[in-house]
């Protein structure tokens, strides 16, 4: 006799209803769920009292590169229901999908595997075979590691077209799975309507499936497996009538005696990555990102209402509570809405759905009602109040005790210890910190607490965890000061537990992390980006590591454009100073070391094409102001005599000469016979685009007003410009139009008073006819200047 099989959709509050009641007809002593088997352990925690859903479970390789598989449950799940009615009628709870080994294994396969079918649709394909299907469906060659990523998923579902579930809702004449199958399952109280229907819409797929005579072959696997465990359980002695499972619709049907189980051959066969398992707290955001696979939806706020409704016995309540939310939302943002408009809205919501033979309006029909009436017609007014109503912001608990990684133990630690807990939310909030000791503080953690709060958000952003991202666009210049936004998501989770693998706290996991990335440095910039995270994490032994294997380094290299960015980022930990409690001594033998080497590399450096002269004037500066900052303490004869070696060049980079120039004067360190000269020199007659337009660019890069209030260099600027021919002028524009779209409007207006002194007009003129609008011919003559190939030069 073949057990009792109740086929559900996964997040289904009516197929959760419908379950309990199913039970409690039946009362079984074993339940069986389509879960990964071996998680039993976890199911305890899971029902406990405290704990409060949407959770999951997350299994993941105990090895890099790191897999996970997610377990969610929601409250309106049927297999969460299930488990707590076991435990609430001690009744035994088995999972029977695929242990996580081997879903693990399976997915660096493919998802949603394909074999031929062979007419034996209870077989199990051998690994071999859906190697191959996988190379079929997307051959690896272009794949070095052979796995599976997004890119090569969205090829193949875009290959495959419409779903399943989307081509049989299209059939039944519904817009999209969602509406078909909440018309005609969840608003259905009937008694045992919701187990009939399930399992006649689970042939239903499988008929459409197999008319494509290709088949899943993750689900046969599953689907074996699955037998397999059923029959152990009958097995161990449970009578069949005391036997209830609980899977998905689609598998229901071939639950049954007529399908062969796995045997231990084929079991054996399966391939295996080592994995743990853990639970994690869930979100309705991340549940409402699952729409687009059969057994998520894509309102989980909106389920959750449906399943307090059902609970209350008030399912017709179901609009009224709904749209009474949506409009609740709208006055909370200042926009008044009548409760006459809800009651308009629910009853245009029964009419909809009526004209679909509905027993009650499904969520498309009361979303085109509020749009309709509560919006006024336009989506907009309701978007925000809507998202709110159907996802919500729910983010789900686990209590203290509950079987974790140790990672995750230490960060609920740290959370309490550094006051963050109310951070760990699905809104993202605003943190402003104070890197400075609180003098008024009563104890040595309150004086300090910023400081420390810092250093952690910095380790969590060494483990690339999204839970805290600083905010640099906000960022005050002084270096006591930062400014994070949190926000924690599943995700979040998921990346916490993937990092327990590096280290069992956070503070283990991101030293190894910094070793990790030393043994593996191979530019000063790079070491360097440690020295000052390691600083920023309070690492101070992963930061001495870093400064050692950055001077290495620095012995070898001649990248001016790196040398310069690791002088840069020493000089901001040296900046910290008594803010972050270290000593900071030892690093600054190491900014004038680079300030020599980077000196020295300058003119090398300065032989190159148009596109690296831009970034290596950005490097110009960074040193430029690493001498400012530390004059005590570089070398400043030796830069700016590498300066004026660099500005006397012609056949080195004019962008870079000219910025040469630059730093000079603003310097005071060349005069004005000087600078004439040079300008005379660089913008006569005769001299090309490359040479004498690009000097210009780079000269006005820095200290407008010193060039405005030079009338000699305009002179020679537009006698040059006059002098270039039609192959000449329109590279030159290109650097010109760079050059003075770093000068403001006000700055502009005075050059155009200078150039009118020289043409002999007035100020006024001048500058109306500089700024005056381009004509059609001109625009078009200045086509396609963005774009123009300095190659070509």
Request: proline content about 4%; some cysteine.
């Given at each position: 006799m073949a057990v009792a099989v109740f086929g559900v959709r996964h997040l289904s509050p009516s197929g959760a209803w419908h379950l309990r009641q199913f039970l409690d007809e039946r009362m079984p002593d074993v339940v069986l769920i389509e879960g990964m088997s071996g998680c039993e352990a976890l199911i305890k925690d899971i029902v406990r009292r405290e704990t409060q859903p949407p959770i999951a479970i997350l299994a993941y390789t105990d090895e890099l590169p790191v897999r996970t598989v997610v377990y969610p449950l929601a409250t309106y799940s049927p297999e969460y229901q299930a488990m707590l009615w076991a435990n609430e009628h001690h009744a035994e709870v088995r999972f029977i999908d695929l242990p996580a080994d081997v879903f693990l294994a399976l997915n660096e396969v493919a998802p949603a595997l394909?074999?031929?079918?062979?007419?034996?649709?209870?077989?199990?394909?051998?690994?071999?075979?859906?190697?191959?299907?996988?190379?079929?469906?997307?051959?690896?060659?272009?794949?070095?590691?052979?796995?599976?990523?997004?890119?090569?998923?969205?090829?193949?579902?875009?290959?495959?077209?419409?779903?399943?579930?989307?081509?049989?809702?299209?059939?039944?004449?519904?817009?999209?799975?969602?509406?078909?199958?909440?018309?005609n399952f969840e608003h259905n109280l009937s008694p045992d309507s919701y187990r009939r229907a399930a399992l006649e819409l689970g042939n239903g797929l499988r008929d459409l499936d197999e008319s494509s005579e290709r088949w899943q072959a993750e689900n046969l696997v599953r689907e074996a497996f699955m037998r397999r465990r059923i029959q152990q359980v009958l097995d161990s002695g449970v009578s069949a009538e005391k036997v209830v499972a609980v899977v998905g619709a689609f598998h229901a049907p071939v639950l049954g005696d007529d399908?062969?189980?796995?045997?231990?051959?084929?079991?054996?066969?399966?391939?295996?990555?080592?994995?743990?398992?853990?639970?994690?707290?869930?979100?309705?955001?991340?549940?409402?990102?699952q729409s687009g696979y059969g057994?998520?939806?894509?309102?989980?706020?909106?389920?959750?209402?449906?399943?307090?409704?059902?609970?209350?016995?008030?399912?017709?309540?179901?609009?009224?509570?709904?749209?009474?939310?949506?409009?609740?939302r709208l006055r909370a943002a200042g926009t008044h809405r009548s409760t006459a408009e809800v009651i308009e809205s629910v009853r245009l919501a029964r009419t909809l759905s009526a004209l679909k033979q509905g027993l009650a309006p499904t969520l498309r029909d009361l979303r085109d009602a509020a749009i309709t009436l509560i919006g006024q017609g336009e989506v907009s007014r309701v978007a925000e109040a809507l998202a709110h109503a159907d996802v919500g912001t729910a983010i789900g608990h686990l209590p203290e005790g509950v079987s974790r990684t140790s990672i995750q133990e230490d960060f609920e630690r740290e959370l309490k210890r550094l006051r963050l807990e109310k951070y760990r939310s699905t809104v993202k909030q605003d943190l402003q910190l104070d890197l400075r000791e609180n003098r008024t503080a009563k104890s040595a953690d309150a004086a300090f607490l910023d400081l420390r709060r810092s250093a952690f958000l910095h380790r969590l952003k060494a483990l690339r965890m999204e839970f805290a991202r600083p905010q640099t666009a906000h960022q005050q210049q002084a270096n006591w000061a930062e400014h994070w936004q949190l926000q924690w998501t599943p995700e979040s989770e998921i990346q916490l537990v993937e990092a327990v693998l590096l280290g069992e706290t956070i503070e283990l996991a991101t030293s190894y992390k910094f070793q990790d990335v030393l043994s593996k440095c191979t530019s000063v910039t790079e070491a360097a980006s440690v020295v000052r995270a390691a600083c920023?994490?309070?690492?101070?032994?992963?930061?001495?590591?870093?400064?050692?294997?950055?001077?290495?380094?620095?012995?070898?290299?001649?990248?001016?454009?790196?040398?310069?960015?690791?002088?840069?980022?020493?000089?901001?930990?040296?900046?910290?100073?008594?803010?972050?409690?270290?000593d900071a001594s030892s690093l600054r033998p190491l900014i004038a070391e680079l300030f020599v080497q980077g000196s020295l590399a300058l003119l090398p450096a300065a032989l190159c094409d148009a596109p690296t002269a831009q970034v290596r004037v950005a490097a110009m500066e960074q040193l430029n102001r690493i001498n400012l900052e530390f004059s005590e303490l570089v070398d400043e004869e030796l830069w700016t005599a590498q300066l004026h070696r660099l500005a006397d060049r012609d056949d080195r980079s004019p962008l870079m000469s000219g910025y040469a120039c630059a730093i000079l004067l603003e310097r005071g360190l060349l005069t004005n016979e000087e600078l004439s000269r040079e300008v005379s020199r660089r913008l006569s007659p005769g001299i090309s685009a490359d040479l004498g337009a690009a000097w210009f660019e780079g000269l006005a890069l820095r200290n407008h007003y010193a060039l405005i209030g030079r009338q000699r260099l305009w002179e020679c600027l537009a006698d040059y410009v006059t002098s270039l021919d039609d192959e000449q002028f329109r590279p030159a524009i290109v650097f010109l139009r760079r050059a003075f779209g770093t000068f403001s409007p006000l700055e502009k207006r005075q050059i155009a008073e200078n150039l009118g002194q020289y043409w002999g007009v007035s100020a006024d003129l001048a500058s109306e006819l500089l700024n005056e609008e381009l004509t059609e011919e001109e625009e078009q003559a200045l086509e396609g200047l963005n774009d123009f190939d300095f190659d070509d030069l």
């Open positions: 394909e074999v031929e079918g062979d007419g034996d649709q209870g077989g199990v394909p051998t690994t071999e075979e859906m190697e191959a299907a996988a190379q079929e469906a997307h051959p690896t060659d272009n794949d070095e590691d052979g796995t599976w990523d997004d890119s090569m998923a969205l090829e193949f579902a875009e290959k495959r077209g419409p779903s399943l579930y989307e081509r049989f809702a299209e059939q039944a004449g519904e817009l999209d799975y969602d509406s078909y199958w909440e018309r399908w062969p189980a796995m045997t231990d051959e084929e079991f054996a066969r399966l391939p295996r990555r080592a994995s743990r398992l853990t639970l994690m707290p869930y979100s309705y955001f991340r549940l409402s990102a057994a998520g939806n894509n309102a989980p706020a909106y389920f959750d209402l449906m399943w307090k409704s059902l609970e209350q016995g008030a399912l017709d309540d179901l609009p009224h509570r709904y749209l009474t939310n949506v409009a609740r920023e994490c309070q690492l101070f032994a992963s930061m001495e590591q870093a400064r050692r294997r950055l001077q290495e380094l620095s012995v070898e290299t001649s990248d001016f454009a790196g040398i310069a960015q690791a002088a840069v980022e020493l000089g901001a930990v040296v900046r910290y100073g008594d803010v972050r409690q270290f």
